[in-house]
């Protein structure tokens, strides 16, 4: 990977298109699709009702959003094909009544060690790998973007509903991740060797071990040379997750000189934030991680209209414009849901079906 290169990984649920309820059949749909063309690798999450798609690396955003609509274009039919629906949402509408067991070693041992916990981990995600070029730039990218994961959530919440009724929280999934060992806003950190310090001080405490990382919304990848960031749910449509890769890369961008100084914003502040985006969006305000306090949401998008400008390019300018607008007007993904669920479980079914196979 080079410097002005990056990845996304999307993760979907298969469900029964009539009950909207997760099926164990992603283990088939990824053996029928591995190795397809026009996109990246297929592999299983941990659950096996999930399909999770890791795009190649990447460095156009026209690239990004050809490989992103051919996966779920490739998953749709195959969902179809199979008597099922394939579903870009955070959690699942309705819960199985009894969820399957993780197929793989890896996720089995999780499994033990968290406990109940497996049976409501029916969460999905989209990542977000930006390429650094040493880990200690990597520790000054994840400080700058700290304060701004309230904002990501608000602007990514697509997981409004569960066990059939909608929860009130615009981001259902950011709530049901605060229960695992690690989780949400990683401390402000001097260098790369305090971060590996961390890591092995936790390492074997409670269900974070060796190898598996640590669960924290920005985290180095464990196999790739990049910042991953996974605090956004997973998207409706592939052009949501498009935009909100050039947000990340922008802002990941902006912070990439050591001339750049990011504020160490308390931990205690970002993650009440955190919950205050995940509860209303941008319904009711965001923070501003310049001024450090609550603010009305236009205040804070001009912000960060400004903090990404100086390294944001036109076409990165226009999706992100894209992503906030439908935001700010209640065309995001949980407000679709929303106004959806409340025709009943056909329209929800509907948007599922076309958002996945939507043109970016």
């Known amino acids: 990977m080079t410097a002005d290169t990056f990845g996304v990984e999307e993760e979907f649920m298969l469900v029964d298109p009539a009950r909207l309820t997760p099926v164990h059949?992603?283990?088939?749909?990824?053996?029928?699709?591995?190795?397809?063309?026009?996109?990246?690798?297929?592999?299983?999450e941990f659950l096996p009702c999930q399909v999770e798609h890791s795009?190649?690396?990447?460095?156009?955003?026209?690239?990004?959003?050809?490989?992103?609509?051919?996966?779920?274009?490739?998953?749709?039919?195959?969902?179809?094909?199979?008597?099922?629906?394939?579903?870009?949402?955070?959690?699942p509408y309705r819960r199985p009544q009894e969820t399957a067991s993780p197929r793989s070693a890896r996720y089995r041992r999780i499994a033990r060690?968290?406990?109940?916990?497996?049976?409501?981990?029916?969460?999905?995600?989209?990542h977000v790998h930006t390429c650094i070029s040493d880990r200690n730039q990597g520790v000054r990218v994840m400080n700058g973007l700290r304060p701004w994961l309230p904002l990501l959530l608000a602007v990514s919440a697509n997981s409004p509903f569960w066990e059939g009724q909608d929860t009130g929280y615009r981001s259902w999934r950011a709530i049901q991740t605060r229960r695992w060992t690690t989780y949400g806003v990683p401390p402000f950190l001097r260098d790369a060797d305090e971060y590996d310090r961390l890591h092995a001080r936790l390492t074997d405490v409670g269900a974070t071990r060796k190898g598996d990382g640590l669960n924290w919304a920005i985290r180095f990848s464990a196999h790739l040379p990049t910042?991953?960031?996974?605090?956004?749910d997973a998207q409706l449509a592939p052009a949501a997750s498009v935009s909100l890769a050039a947000l990340l890369v922008a802002l990941a961008r902006s912070f990439d000189d050591a001339r750049v100084e990011p504020e160490p914003v308390p931990s205690a502040e970002i993650d009440a934030e955190m919950w205050h985006a995940a509860r209303y969006g941008l319904s009711r305000g965001a923070f501003?991680?310049?001024?450090?306090?609550?603010?009305?949401?236009g205040v804070v998008l001009d912000r960060l209209r400004a903090t990404i400008r100086p390294v944001a390019t036109a076409s990165m300018r226009v999706l992100i414009d894209d992503l906030l607008d439908a935001t700010s007007s209640e065309r995001s993904g949980a407000d679709l849901q929303r106004r959806a669920g409340k025709e009943g479980d056909t329209a929800l079914a509907s948007l599922y079906r076309s958002a996945m196979t939507a043109a970016p």
Do not use: K, M
């Open 25 to 44: 059949e992603g283990p088939a749909a990824i053996a029928a699709l591995r190795g397809g063309r026009g996109y990246g690798d297929v592999a299983a």
């Open 288 to 297: 501003d991680p310049v001024s450090g306090r609550h603010e009305r949401t």
């Open 55 to 91: 795009t190649r690396v990447c460095s156009g955003w026209d690239e990004l959003a050809d490989e992103l609509h051919t996966f779920r274009r490739a998953l749709s039919h195959w969902a179809d094909r199979h008597g099922l629906l394939a579903v870009g949402s955070g959690t």
């Open 227 to 232: 910042i991953e960031t996974r605090v956004c």
């Open 113 to 126: 060690d968290v406990g109940a916990l497996t049976q409501e981990h029916l969460l999905n995600g989209l």
